[in-house]
């Protein structure tokens, strides 16, 4: 596609209650982020897809917290046992090389 | 390690005056710099970024950015706002060399007065 997808565009869960968020990236983008956007908040780095190597989980802020991309292409974003704290805005982006980062338009997740 | 320091958390003007946000980062290397814009409900589009070429940048919408290695800033401007300005800006960095993690400021929430 044209831009950065991402599915569901909006998730309402039950506390305690596993949740998978998808991002498919632009087609040859080898670079594949996810961010996390709280409320009254800047963008906080998750974790960082590159080509075939191990990837970046620096900013992953517990566990439950999971990503995996397959065949280079779409990712995936998985929280385990949500807690509401983890209500926010998941942002995805990808990019073929340093300078030209395409955001999807986020998931928003409610944990209620 | 990079930080990106961002100014004043909300910015009102007034349509037609000049639009300045601030940036400030730290690096020990030359980074790679970039200004984002988020309008309510969508993502983040890339207004203009700077990659060691010209330190004048010049984006989308009207707005420019000047790099300041001196000053270790990146402030963004636009001459006149508009009322589709009203948006929340990010100043972002990228180390280079082996770090490709693009790390965002707070953001900057821009108000337009008529």
């Known amino acids: 596609g044209a831009g950065v997808s991402q599915s569901p565009s909006n998730k309402v869960t039950e506390k305690g209650k596993d949740v998978e968020l998808r991002c498919d990236p632009i087609?040859?983008?080898?670079?594949l982020y996810w961010y996390r956007q709280s409320l009254g908040q800047g963008l906080e780095f998750l974790i960082y897809?590159?080509?075939?190597?191990?990837?970046?989980k620096s900013g992953l802020p517990s566990d439950r917290f999971s990503a995996e991309r397959t065949g280079g292409s779409v990712s995936t974003l998985t929280i385990q046992r949500t807690q509401q704290e983890d209500s926010a805005v998941y942002l995805c982006?990808?990019?073929?090389?340093?300078?030209?980062?395409?955001f999807g338009s986020g998931t928003r997740l409610t944990v209620v | 390690a990079q930080s990106v320091t961002q100014l004043g958390s909300h910015v009102s003007v007034s349509e037609g005056a000049l639009v300045l946000l601030r940036c400030n980062y730290s690096?020990?290397?030359?980074?790679?710099l970039f200004w984002y814009v988020q309008y309510p409900n969508q993502g983040l589009q890339l207004l203009l970024k700077?990659?060691?070429?010209?330190?004048l940048v010049k984006g989308i919408n009207g707005f420019e950015a000047e790099f300041k290695k001196s000053e270790t800033s990146f402030h963004l401007t636009k001459p006149s706002a508009h009322m589709s300005d009203a948006a929340e800006y990010f100043c972002?960095?990228?180390?280079?060399?082996?770090?490709?993690?693009?790390?965002f400021g707070a953001g900057t929430t821009v108000t337009v007065r008529a």
């Open positions: 690096s020990s290397v030359p980074p790679y």
């Open positions: 982006a990808s990019t073929r090389d340093l300078y030209g980062y395409t």
């Open positions: 897809f590159q080509g075939n190597s191990a990837p970046d």
């Open positions: 087609s040859g983008h080898t670079a």
């Open positions: 700077y990659t060691s070429a010209a330190t």
């Open positions: 972002a960095v990228i180390p280079g060399g082996n770090d490709y993690k693009l790390s």
